[in-house]
């Protein structure tokens, strides 16, 4: 049996992550040889992520950031099984190294996410090994990009809700966070009513006419008040059509020609783990 000292072992734990008894485990399992005690430790976290596959990881962390020119915006969920792990420290650092290496890949999707490689390894194979650090499932579950003239990120208290908006323009930075502030309170569907997705009017119109019709209206009056409470969904769930948080008697519409007419949103998006 190889003699496994302290420095080894700390060295192995600086390069890995791991646990002090882990990484003496696998450095004796390895007869001493890093190489190969590193391969054990990522077998370890693919064998406890395999086995809690099945487990909910609805915990997590909810990050968004900007590049330095705030032209590119990327948001991501990092999930675990608990709330505990959620606010350690070293689960908020691994999943900020996460969101840097999405600010400066700038990948297209979760996959290519995914697929990024980082000192040999990939964004992928570094949530198993966390897996097995941790022992309990990790899963990088989101991921969603803006790229406009001005993105502002918001990372709601305690890392559960975070968002992207994209202007045309830049903006003022109390601007900008009210803008993504009302997104993370008020959570629209979309920027305005003729963003709203065909199966969501039809849902609320269907909804719309059920209702009426459980209130005992009348068979000929049931659509035109199906329309009127989808006047009433536009006006509550599209951002531009919202009334302002700040100022109830402001749309967010109403609110930026206030600011500057010529300030438009062109896109927004809203993570969350209650999602």
Not at 242 to 254: A, C, L, R, S
């Amino acid at each position: 049996m190889a003699d496994i000292k302290a420095a080894d072992i700390a060295k192995l734990r600086k390069a890995t992550g791991a646990g002090m008894m882990d990484c003496k485990k696998a450095l004796v399992a390895a007869n001493g040889d890093f190489d190969t005690a590193i391969e054990e430790i990522r077998k370890r976290g693919q064998a406890i992520a395999n086995k809690r596959a099945d487990r909910d990881a609805t915990e997590g962390a909810v990050l968004a950031k900007t590049t330095a020119d705030n032209k590119h915006g990327a948001i991501i969920i990092l999930n675990s099984e608990t709330d505990f792990v959620a606010k350690n420290e070293d689960f908020i650092n691994f999943a900020t190294s996460i969101i840097d290496t999405a600010i400066n890949s700038q990948p297209e999707n979760l996959d290519a996410l995914k697929a990024v490689a980082v000192e040999n390894k990939t964004i992928n194979d570094l949530v198993t090994e966390r897996s097995g650090i941790i022992g309990e499932k990790i899963d990088l579950s989101a991921y969603g990009t803006i790229e406009a003239e001005y993105v502002v990120p918001y990372i709601h208290m305690g890392n559960k809700l975070a968002t992207l908006v994209g202007f045309n323009m830049p903006v003022d930075e109390q601007v900008g966070k009210d803008i993504a502030m009302q997104i993370a309170a008020m959570a629209p569907v979309s920027l305005d009513k003729d963003d709203v997705p065909q199966n969501v009017i039809d849902k609320e119109l269907e909804i719309g006419r059920e209702q009426a019709k459980q209130d005992g209206k009348p068979e000929a009056m049931l659509d035109k008040i199906a329309q009127g409470k989808l006047g009433k969904f536009f006006k509550e769930n599209t951002l531009m059509n919202q009334m302002f948080v700040k100022d109830n008697k402001k749309t967010i519409k109403e609110y930026l020609k206030s600011v500057n007419p010529e300030i438009k949103i062109t896109k927004f998006e809203r993570f969350t783990l209650n999602a």
